[in-house]
Each structure stands twice: as structure tokens, then as C-alpha cells.
């Protein structure tokens, strides 16, 4: 994630990088190093078990997910996937391209979409009729058709920094985090609704950089996640807001403003990636190890609020909840590490260790086809496929 690409995970990860170097590191990395084979009882010292060692049948047989495959040489930082149908989508930022998975063989199509010389696209999403890509550099939302995937159409070249895209229903919705380089304070915050009407709808969010977009199809909420502005220096400021809005889509008015039905804020937090598993919303964090829950139908209650899970034995954050159908996993960037929940307990598995470059896991789709779990990882351009063992 380089050039004019969305700021706040430009520096995110700068930070997480120097992080991981810490003079702690290489005594974790020899703890871990020593228990690559160990899982559930086998494990006497506690310590996470590195899912891609040389694992006998018997230790594999208990862990929740079994490592398929490695994907490699998926680009220079990529920086978002998404999945529709039989293939996943790679967003090269650094290569301004993107690459497509197929879930079947996993061959990968390389070059799938070419958007050119400075385009940056940052975050992409896949329906039944095309791919859309939100590409920075061009300041533009760029649709390519499934039918005809040479043939792109623009569908709006005068946002900023275009972070999030998500299309239901034929509307088209978009996240412009107006993120402003020379100040980051001006940072504002707009949703765009384009409708299958030709109609374009503006929407201020409640506080500053939206990044992410998802739907709730119980209420026809519109979900977008705005993650703040975090200020870097000698000591890291948060934000001072970080909200995630829910709108009422059939309220929406091509004519008067339109404000959020519900917003929720957290403290000390810079929100990121929404989930949705078994009727809760769960959101990650881009400073903090933990996520943040709130059960969908405790909404409308005067007390609701996000209530944060802490993350064991994380100290650094950048997290990423994973939706495996009704089963729920966390990524953290920093730590290369995925969590997994079952109920209250939580179990930690390694997805790299000191014999292997760092990885930074930034995101994931699950297929439940196949129960596949594809993590991308952004440090080394790859993506690992997992299978659910349930």
C-alpha cells in the first residue's frame, strides 16, 4: 500500500512494520520456532502453533483449519480480495493490477485486469454482472463486465480517495474517505449511492475517513465503518471519532439530507473491517488488539453500544474478523496470527514464524462451498488457502 493509496493503512502498516522489530521479537520468534508441531494437548507450553509446519495426521486432525495451498507473487502490497462465484479477485496496489483466482485449481490469472500506470486501485468488489474497482490514483470507481472485462466502464472519475465499494439490489454504493494529504485534519467523509436509476445520492458520514461498506439485509441497513484519522509522531494519537453509521436504504432521499438512522462510536479505536456472523456485527481495529460486537437486533435499544473483545495475548492491533459461516476467526496484521473462537475460548495459531518472512495478514474471504478460507497477505504478496476440518 504506497503511493497516494488510502493513508491511514499506508502508515498503519508502517508502524506495524517497525513494531515487529522490536528487541522482544527474536526471543517470541525462538519460542515459537520450538512448538511448529504441537497442537491441543501435544502443546504442554501454550504457546501458538504454527499452522503451515510439518504436522502429522494426528495434530492436524484437531486444528479447525487445514492449510491447502500458497499462493505467490501476487504483487507489490495488495491491499484487498473479494470473491464472487468461482473465483477471487487480488488487488495489486503496487502493480496497479488485479489478479484472478480461480477456487477450483487455484490457477491464477495474472494481469486479469490491467488499469495502467498510476491507477492505485485500493479496494474491489465482485458481483453476478462485473468487478468494480476502486482505483485512487484516477480518483474513480472503474467497472470491468464479467462479459467483457476489456471493455471497462467509469462509473465516477471526481472522487477523492475511493476506499470501499459494495453494489445490491443493481445500486452501487461508494465509500470517498477525502482523505487530504497536505492536511490530514480536513479529512472529511462521503458515501455515494448510485442508483439502477441513474440517480446519485450524497451521504456526509458521521466522522472522518470511511473505509469499508456492508449490508444488512434483516433491516436494509446500509453499514459503512469510518476509521478516523490517526496522527503519527512521536507518540500515536487515535482518532478523535471513529463510528460506524447505519442507514435506512429505503428512507434515502435524492433531495434532502440524509443522516444515519443509528451511529456507534469506540473510544481510543480507529474502526476497520465489518463482519456480519449469526445475526452480530463484529468490527475490527486498526490500533488496538481487539474487535468490537453488537448483535444486530439490540440496535434500535436506547442502551445499545459496541461492546470490544480483547484479543489474548495480542499486544499490537490491525485486526481483521473472519466470517466462516456461523464460526468466527480473527487476523492479526501485526502478529501474523489468527485467532479462533469458540464460544468464549480463544485459540491462536501462527501463520508465520521466525523461519519465514513475516506475512501480514490484512484480509480474507471465505468460500462456504468449498469451506475454504483464502487469507491475503499483504507483506509478501500471497494468499493462503485453508480448509474448515468440520
Known amino acids: 500500500m504506497r503511493s497516494i493509496k488510502f493513508l491511514f493503512i499506508a502508515l498503519a502498516l508502517g508502524l506495524t512494520f517497525s513494531a515487529c522489530s522490536d528487541d522482544d521479537s527474536d526471543t517470541n520468534n525462538e519460542t515459537q520456532a520450538g512448538n511448529d508441531n504441537?497442537?491441543?494437548?501435544?502443546n504442554k507450553t501454550?504457546?501458538?502453533?504454527?499452522?503451515?509446519?510439518?504436522?502429522?495426521?494426528?495434530?492436524?486432525?484437531?486444528?479447525?483449519?487445514?492449510?491447502?495451498?500458497?499462493?505467490?507473487?501476487?504483487g507489490a502490497y495488495p491491499s484487498d480480495i473479494t470473491m464472487y462465484g468461482n473465483y477471487a479477485y487480488v488487488v495489486d496496489s503496487g502493480n496497479n493490477a488485479i489478479h484472478r483466482i480461480h477456487l477450483t485449481d487455484f490457477a491464477v490469472e495474472k494481469n486479469y485486469v490491467d488499469l495502467g500506470q498510476n491507477a492505485s486501485p485500493y479496494a474491489a468488489h465482485a458481483d453476478a454482472k462485473a468487478l468494480y474497482v476502486a482505483a485512487q490514483g484516477l480518483h474513480a470507481v472503474i467497472k470491468y463486465p464479467h462479459d467483457a472485462p476489456k471493455s471497462p466502464v467509469t462509473i465516477n472519475d471526481q472522487l477523492v480517495a475511493p476506499t470501499a465499494i459494495y453494489t445490491m439490489n443493481d445500486n452501487l454504493y461508494i465509500a470517498d474517505s477525502e482523505y487530504n494529504y497536505d492536511d490530514p485534519s480536513k479529512t472529511g467523509g462521503k458515501i455515494y449511492l448510485h442508483t439502477k436509476?441513474?440517480?446519485?445520492?450524497?451521504?456526509?458520514?458521521?466522522?472522518?475517513?470511511?473505509?469499508?461498506?456492508?449490508?444488512?439485509?434483516?433491516?436494509?441497513?446500509?453499514?459503512t465503518i469510518n476509521?478516523?484519522?490517526?496522527?503519527?509522531?512521536?507518540?500515536?494519537?487515535?482518532?478523535?471519532?471513529?463510528?460506524?453509521?447505519?442507514?435506512?436504504?429505503p428512507s434515502f432521499s435524492t433531495t434532502g439530507e440524509n443522516k444515519p438512522l443509528y451511529t456507534f462510536c469506540a473510544s481510543n479505536a480507529s474502526l476497520g473491517r465489518p463482519i456480519k456472523s449469526s445475526q452480530i456485527l463484529y468490527i475490527?481495529?486498526?490500533?488496538?488488539?481487539?474487535?468490537?460486537?453488537?448483535?444486530?437486533?439490540?440496535?434500535?435499544?436506547?442502551?445499545?453500544?459496541?461492546?470490544?473483545?480483547?484479543?489474548?495475548?495480542?499486544?499490537?492491533?490491525?485486526?481483521?474478523?473472519?466470517?466462516?459461516?456461523?464460526?468466527?476467526?480473527?487476523?492479526?496484521?501485526?502478529?501474523?496470527?489468527?485467532?479462533?473462537?469458540?464460544?468464549?475460548?480463544?485459540?491462536?495459531?501462527?501463520?508465520?514464524?521466525?523461519?519465514?518472512?513475516?506475512?501480514g495478514p490484512i484480509d480474507a474471504v471465505y468460500d462456504p462451498h468449498r469451506k475454504?478460507?483464502?487469507?491475503?497477505?499483504?507483506?509478501?504478496?500471497s494468499v493462503d488457502v485453508l480448509k474448515l476440518n468440520k
Request: proline share 6%.
Open 372 to 381: 475454504q478460507l483464502l487469507i491475503l497477505n499483504s507483506t509478501t504478496g
Open 197 to 223: 436509476n441513474d440517480e446519485k445520492i450524497a451521504l456526509t458520514s458521521s466522522s472522518q475517513n470511511p473505509g469499508f461498506i456492508d449490508y444488512c439485509p434483516l433491516n436494509d441497513w446500509l453499514l
Open 227 to 249: 476509521s478516523g484519522v490517526i496522527t503519527f509522531g512521536s507518540t500515536t494519537i487515535p482518532p478523535e471519532k471513529s463510528c460506524v453509521d447505519m442507514w435506512d436504504i
Open 284 to 359: 475490527g481495529d486498526g490500533l488496538r488488539p481487539v474487535i468490537y460486537k453488537i448483535a444486530i437486533a439490540d440496535v434500535p435499544k436506547p442502551d445499545a453500544a459496541l461492546t470490544e473483545i480483547a484479543i489474548s495475548d495480542d499486544s499490537i492491533g490491525l485486526t481483521t474478523p473472519v466470517d466462516l459461516g456461523d464460526q468466527l476467526a480473527v487476523l492479526n496484521f501485526n502478529n501474523d496470527t489468527l485467532t479462533w473462537f469458540d464460544g468464549d475460548k480463544q485459540t491462536k495459531y501462527l501463520l508465520a514464524n521466525s523461519k519465514t518472512s513475516a506475512k
Open 38 to 42: 504441537k497442537t491441543g494437548d501435544d
Open 46 to 74: 501454550g504457546d501458538p502453533i504454527y499452522l503451515f509446519g510439518d504436522l502429522t495426521d494426528d495434530i492436524k486432525a484437531k486444528l479447525p483449519l487445514i492449510p491447502v495451498k500458497s499462493i505467490d507473487d501476487l
